[in-house]
């Protein structure tokens, strides 16, 4: 035998005794898996939340003083930062400042979601104020945030990964229930990958474990979701956990294990068993820890970070669907975050010069935003202990917190700029601003509130001409509709009626028989206001309808062709807008309002008031003339293609759910040189043409929006609607005949859902905002969108202004934000107002660089 082959010999011994003998390091973690209104009612769960924290900090105490090492010391986990709130207004001071402690010396654990909820069809900015209470846990305490979760149900969309980090997350894990689902259940007990980097569209990353759902049932014999990969991992403390875990170390290769989770269904769980474990099990190759699961994931990345995989795709909705079965309920959550905007835009203009502006709202608003954060709380499945009325009584009080405050913030705001302005022109005429809370300008109708006589004319102060009007009555109240052009971006123009006759104008469009027209289409409609035709005039006159494979066209609930309705009467009409009415009682008993607009704004409206009850499943197709066309929709925090990544869009091949996919702004449908933009008000879900949960239908060229109902089985979400009978679902169709372009679509459905807002000027004798027009803000690049602009949380007057931007272009871009006064600092901060870097700027302009499809936000304050 030669010497090289004995030292080679030797040398592949050392390195496997090396390899064989290397420490295993097994975290086991504690916490409680919440199921809020679930098992019992908020007043029986507040109480065990608190006595739950009373006990593990006497016992993290108790393991301290013993002298055990910090290893097998006592650590819990919060399943959500509702225990902090809690905790925080039940308990002394000094109790919470101990609570805070722990947190610090790494005991204790509060993620940024308020508790286990399910973000799949949640609007993005609803789900970022849902996490503001970590960003005032972080500031208030000064303690460090890395963790988030959504737990049980089977899926996770793509664009929350981006959401988490740009809101400081860094850290995840999932297990799920197998229940309850269609999902396939060899996949999820077969995933592509356990640990990897969960990655947006933008670049960001979150470290994630998932590990596969166990095939086998708990080690002491319960449900599989209590094993590796169920959301109760650790509920088994016994030598078995262990054994499986040192399974895990061989099929991911990897000698970090950590098993999470130990609460399950149960109320309340309390054990010293975490600490036994592994003082017990812990040997020279296992090295047991009671986990804080940070630690599990700062040593994943350390140890593996460089080699991990990224996972970029889109997983679809399945416990997400249940908000559905309270359609109404949830679409007034969405039109109140639309509201929002608008609100904290026009409070941030009032601020500045009156920075105490709804101080002695903060209560309100803190509770709102604990309030939307727990409006997605997974137990919308609502078949557990709890009578499903009181469940659906939960979902409305939490809805009602939250727009109870986007509803005072906009009526103070609105009143208060009002009173701001200086009032120009003769005294015996009437002024009125018409603001827009958007970063572009913009041509479209305001609507103020006004009884006076109708010898009147118009006129834009600014220009000095004559503007559009037509007088129209609506819910009662008798309004001046006119055409506002050009009003700033974050800002104003103000209009003055004039008591003299003004210029007459030719309707904006006619109707004749069951054809409405304008300059821009052509609808063909049913007595009950189902588009069999729509033609686009500008463009070649493209027909836009055809038949979907069930014999549906647009804006059809199911009734086709039948044409059983009342007819088609004017509602309104007028220079600006025409708006038409039809009702009906068949199929679902509703009435159905398609405005159509001046040629300035190219868009169809249409709003559907349902007036029934309903337990069914029902849709609202709109089947387009496309064959095999592209289809695009905002995701939460993304714009994905509804494809398979296999085939060049954004979901999973395999571990998704490909029926109800989620509905936000718009979806858009087309080919590569021309697309339909549906923008959506109300809804949160649709589905593309036949697809099941286990095929997507990606060639079809109809969608199907989710009216409500319950998606999966009559014991999954809330029956018969909560038993509402009044239902509100808007929507608005535009086209661009350049081919795909996410700005204009996502532009197209703001600008549909933020109407320009409208209020008389008092001229106040403090009034000092300009008497014509003004802007506040302005955005360089077009293909950037002010996603929020407010306040910051702690006051403008120390803490300075936010502003939340989303580049939706694929490519990274530097723009400036432009701002009406100079400015003293900037920083960036978190999703959730913690600062984060310095950001440079040159007077009155601040630089920002984004990724592509990347969101970011800034705390700015003014000199």
């Known amino acids: 035998m030669s010497c090289k082959f004995v030292i080679l010999l030797a040398?592949?011994?050392?390195?496997?005794?090396?390899?064989?003998?290397?420490?295993?390091?097994?975290?086991?973690?504690?916490?409680?898996?919440?199921?809020?209104?679930?098992?019992?009612?908020?007043?029986?769960?507040?109480?065990?939340?608190?006595?739950?924290?009373?006990?593990?900090?006497?016992?993290?105490?108790?393991?301290?003083?013993?002298?055990?090492?910090?290893?097998?010391?006592?650590?819990?986990?919060?399943?959500?930062?509702?225990?902090?709130?809690?905790?925080?207004?039940?308990?002394?001071?000094?109790?919470?400042?101990?609570?805070?402690?722990?947190?610090?010396?790494?005991?204790?654990?509060?993620?940024?979601?308020?508790?286990?909820?399910?973000?799949?069809?949640?609007?993005?900015?609803?789900?970022?104020?849902?996490?503001?209470?970590?960003?005032?846990?972080?500031?208030?305490?000064?303690?460090?945030?890395?963790?988030?979760?959504?737990?049980?149900?089977?899926?996770?969309?793509?664009?929350?990964?981006?959401?988490?980090?740009?809101?400081?997350?860094?850290?995840?894990?999932?297990?799920?229930?197998?229940?309850?689902?269609?999902?396939?259940?060899?996949?999820?007990?077969?995933?592509?990958?356990?640990?990897?980097?969960?990655?947006?569209?933008?670049?960001?990353?979150?470290?994630?474990?998932?590990?596969?759902?166990?095939?086998?049932?708990?080690?002491?014999?319960?449900?599989?979701?209590?094993?590796?990969?169920?959301?109760?991992?650790?509920?088994?403390?016994?030598?078995?956990?262990?054994?499986?875990?040192?399974?895990?170390?061989?099929?991911?290769?990897?000698?970090?294990?950590?098993?999470?989770?130990?609460?399950?269904?149960?109320?309340?769980?309390?054990?010293?068993?975490?600490?036994?474990?592994?003082?017990?099990?812990?040997?020279?190759?296992?090295?047991?820890?009671?986990?804080?699961e940070t630690d599990y994931f700062t040593d994943m990345e350390a140890t593996y970070g460089n080699a991990l995989s990224e996972e970029s795709v889109a997983g679809g909705n399945e416990w997400d669907l249940y908000i559905a079965s309270m359609a109404e309920v949830s679409a007034r959550v969405k039109r109140s975050t639309e509201k929002l905007r608008a609100a904290e835009a026009m409070a941030t203009v009032v601020s500045i010069n009156y920075p105490d502006f709804a101080k002695d709202l903060t209560a309100m608003r803190d509770s709102a935003w604990m309030s939307v954060g727990l409006y997605p709380e997974h137990d919308w499945t609502a078949n557990g202990p709890v009578p499903r009325e009181e469940r659906a009584g939960f979902q409305r009080r939490m809805e009602n917190n939250y727009s109870r405050y986007a509803d005072t913030l906009y009526n103070l705001s609105v009143a208060l700029l009002g009173n701001q302005i200086k009032k120009t022109g003769s005294n015996d005429n009437k002024c009125f601003f018409v603001f827009n809370p958007l970063n572009w300008v913009r041509n479209d109708f305001a609507d103020i509130p006004y009884d006076g006589n109708l010898e009147i004319a118009v006129y834009d102060v600014a220009t000095k001409k004559e503007v559009l009007w037509q007088s129209m009555k609506k819910e009662g109240q008798n309004y001046l509709r006119i055409l506002a052009t050009d009003i700033p971006s974050v800002g104003y123009k103000v209009f003055e009626i004039l008591k003299k006759s003004g210029t007459k104008q030719n309707n904006a469009a006619t109707l004749a028989g069951n054809i409405f027209e304008n300059g821009q289409y052509k609808i063909t409609l049913t007595k009950e206001g189902v588009m069999t035709g729509l033609i686009d005039k500008v463009n070649g006159n493209k027909e836009l309808v055809t038949v979907s494979p069930d014999g549906r066209y647009i804006n059809d609930m199911g009734s086709g062709t039948s044409n059983i309705g009342d007819g088609l009467v004017i509602e309104n009409e007028g220079p600006v807008s025409v708006t038409l009415k039809a009702r009906t009682d068949n199929k679902l008993k509703h009435t159905t309002s398609i405005t159509l607009f001046n040629s300035l704004i190219p868009r169809i409206d249409i709003v559907n008031n349902i007036e029934q009850n309903f337990s069914a499943l029902i849709s609202n197709t709109f089947s387009i003339n496309f064959i095999k066309p592209e289809i695009w929709h905002e995701e939460i925090g993304a714009i994905i293609k509804a494809k398979l990544i296999t085939e060049g869009g954004h979901y999973a091949a395999r571990n998704a759910r490909y029926d109800w996919l989620t509905l936000n702004h718009f979806a858009c449908l087309g080919t590569q040189n021309y697309h339909i933009s549906i923008a959506n008000r109300d809804c949160f879900f649709f589905k593309v043409g036949a697809s099941t949960p286990g095929k997507l239908d990606a060639d079809a060229s109809y969608i199907n929006v989710l009216v409500g109902g319950q998606t999966d089985d009559e014991q999954l979400g809330i029956k018969n609607q909560g038993g509402d009978s009044s239902f509100t679902q808007q929507f608005s169709i535009s086209v661009n005949n350049n081919g795909l372009d996410k700005t204009r679509s996502m532009k197209s459905a703001l600008e549909f859902q933020q109407p320009l807002i409208t209020n008389m000027i008092s001229g106040d004798i403090d009034a000092v905002l300009p008497a014509d027009k003004y802007s506040f803000l302005q955005i360089a690049n077009p293909n950037m969108i002010l996603w929020a602009l407010k306040p910051a949380e702690e006051g403008i007057k120390n803490n300075g202004l936010i502003a939340r931007v989303w580049n939706l272009n694929d490519a990274s871009v530097k723009s400036e934000l432009r701002f009406n006064k100079k400015l003293s600092s900037a920083n960036e901060t978190t999703h959730v107002e913690v600062n984060m870097n310095r950001v440079s700027f040159n007077q009155n302009k601040l630089m920002i660089n984004t990724q592509g499809q990347q969101m970011k936000t800034f705390r700015v304050k003014l000199k």
């Open 11 to 292: 040398v592949l011994l050392f390195q496997y005794i090396a390899v064989t003998a290397q420490t295993n390091r097994f975290y086991i973690a504690n916490d409680d898996h919440t199921d809020y209104v679930w098992t019992a009612n908020e007043a029986v769960y507040k109480n065990v939340m608190l006595t739950t924290l009373d006990k593990y900090l006497l016992q993290i105490d108790s393991s301290y003083t013993a002298g055990l090492p910090f290893k097998h010391q006592s650590k819990y986990n919060c399943d959500g930062s509702f225990w902090f709130w809690l905790y925080e207004r039940n308990r002394t001071e000094a109790q919470m400042n101990n609570l805070i402690t722990k947190v610090k010396s790494g005991h204790m654990t509060v993620p940024y979601n308020p508790l286990a909820v399910l973000y799949g069809g949640l609007p993005a900015e609803a789900s970022i104020r849902g996490m503001y209470y970590s960003g005032y846990l972080q500031k208030r305490y000064g303690i460090e945030m890395r963790l988030a979760i959504s737990m049980e149900s089977q899926v996770l969309p793509l664009g929350l990964s981006s959401l988490w980090r740009g809101s400081g997350v860094k850290y995840s894990w999932k297990g799920v229930c197998g229940c309850a689902s269609k999902m396939d259940k060899p996949n999820i007990q077969n995933r592509d990958h356990e640990v990897y980097y969960y990655k947006g569209l933008d670049g960001q990353k979150v470290l994630m474990k998932w590990y596969s759902l166990s095939t086998k049932s708990s080690p002491c014999g319960g449900d599989v979701n209590e094993s590796l990969g169920g959301y109760a991992e650790a509920r088994c403390l016994n030598k078995d956990l262990i054994e499986r875990m040192r399974q895990k170390s061989i099929t991911t290769k990897h000698n970090v294990v950590g098993a999470f989770g130990y609460g399950w269904d149960d109320l309340q769980t309390y054990t010293n068993k975490f600490i036994s474990l592994a003082k017990s099990s812990s040997n020279s190759t296992d090295e047991i820890i009671v986990s804080n």
